[in-house]
Structure formats: structure tokens, C-alpha cells
């Protein structure tokens, strides 16, 4: 049976082609409002190193342990001379900012303007306002000699895969992964070692990318390790 031609008379489009190009046309000005963001968060990032970024949930209220845990390493980090860099918001990254300012230690806050939940945490002391999320994550990444990972939701494990595909693909420095609470994260690495690997679909080997503490003191060790390891390789870098 022979295949009915189909016709070549172009649909009608479900948007105007005036309303398209009128859109497209402000891509090309997104362009710097995206270098704006990347010059601010160069310029006032620049001069702060050592730090070490610290992810967790906004969630987590004040009483809680994974608050506890969060003020606990902001200032164990802040009295090594590291300074912090969370997220900016409430709940963990508020713990964490909360630690550093009590020590008198740089405390930096990269927050994203969102409709609901994110808002300063008034213990940063320098902040940054995004509008680009991918903007901010390389603010995390290039600034940071550490990764610290609190019990958090979505937004903390996007953070914490993106940080460790990064080292597994040598895209960043061979820097600590820490992740802290081995009652929350236990789970998912259970996970990991079980069904993701037995599918082939990662290395045993990139089970060691990351560390499992349960303590501000190990977590803290382990950041000063990887730093001094960090200044044994390259001095200038760091």
C-alpha cells in the first residue's frame, strides 16, 4: 500500500512568529546580566580563600541536630582561619554562616532569589543575590578547598552529586566531599553501593570520592587535610 504524502504546506505555528522573535531578541541582553553576576561573584569572592562551602537544608529548624552540627563546624572551620560559604538561607546554611560569624570568621552567603523558603539569614556577613543557579554553583566550586554536606533536600543533594561528578571527572581539584550524619545519609548510600554500582553505573572506585562523618571534629579534620594536601601539590594554588 503506498504511503500517503504528507504536506508540505508549513502548520500554522502555536505562537506568533512576532511574539518568538520579540522573545529571542532578549537572549542576547540575558548575556550580561549573566557576566554581571559572574564579575560580582569573582570580585568579592576573589580575596576570601581559604574557604569551604557548606550545603544543608533550609528546613531544618534551630533545634534540631543537624542545626546543631551546622553552627558546630561553621566554628570549628572559622577558628582553623577557613572561611564559610553556604547558601545564604535559613535552617543548616544559616547554622553554618551562624558558627563562622560567632568566631569572627568570613562569613559569606550566596543566595538565590526564589518565590518561597530563601531569604538572608542575617549571619552573612558579605552576601551575593543570584538569579542564575548555575552562576552560583560555580561561585561554590571555585572558591572552596571542601565540600561540607548537611542533611538537606533537592536543592543539597543537586549540590553534592554535582560536586562529586565534578571529581570524577577531574573538572575540579581532588578536594573532600564530607558528607555529616550518617543516620540520614546511610541510606543512600546503601544505595549507591548496592543497586547503582551492581548496574554498572558507576566505578567502585567513585564510592571514595566522599567521606561519611558524624562529628564537626572529623568533619573539621578532614577539611584540614585535604587543604594541607592541597598546599603539598600545587603552593601556588593555594
Known amino acids: ?20 522573535k520579540e522573545f529571542r531578541s532578549k537572549d542576547t541582553w540575558t ?11 569573582f570580585e568579592t569572592l576573589g580575596p576570601i580563600w581559604p574557604a569551604v562551602s557548606v550545603f544543608g537544608g533550609a528546613r531544618a529548624p534551630v533545634d534540631s541536630e543537624t542545626y546543631r552540627l551546622g ?5 570549628s572551620l572559622g577558628r582553623e582561619g577557613f572561611a564559610v560559604i553556604t547558601g545564604g538561607g535559613p535552617g543548616a546554611m544559616e547554622a553554618a554562616n551562624r558558627g563562622a560569624h560567632e568566631v569572627e570568621a568570613p562569613s559569606i552567603g550566596l543566595n538565590i532569589k526564589l518565590p518561597f523558603e530563601q531569604h538572608d539569614n542575617g549571619y552573612a556577613d558579605t552576601a551575593i543575590h543570584f538569579d542564575y543557579f548555575f552562576v552560583r554553583k560555580v561561585m561554590f566550586v571555585k572558591y572552596a578547598c571542601a565540600f561540607v554536606m548537611l542533611p538537606g533536600g533537592f536543592g543539597t543533594l543537586d549540590e553534592m552529586f554535582e560536586c562529586l561528578t565534578l571529581k570524577q571527572t577531574g573538572k575540579c581539584r581532588d578536594i573532600p566531599v564530607i558528607l555529616v550524619g550518617s543516620d540520614y545519609w546511610s541510606g543512600l548510600i546503601g544505595w549507591l553501593e548496592t543497586r547503582v554500582l551492581e548496574m554498572g553505573m558507576i566505578a567502585k572506585k567513585d564510592l571514595k ?25 600545587s603552593p601556588e594554588g593555594a
Do not use: N, Y
Open 1 to 20: 500500500r503506498a504511503a500517503t504524502p504528507r504536506s508540505t504546506h508549513p502548520r500554522e505555528a502555536p505562537i506568533a512568529r512576532e511574539t518568538v
Open 31 to 41: 548575556i550580561f546580566r549573566i557576566m554581571a553576576e559572574f564579575v560580582e561573584g
Open 71 to 75: 553552627r558546630e563546624i561553621g566554628r
Open 209 to 233: 570520592l566522599f567521606s561519611l562523618v558524624d562529628s564537626s571534629e572529623e568533619a573539621c579534620r578532614l577539611v584540614k587535610e585535604g587543604w594541607e594536601r592541597m598546599r603539598q601539590e
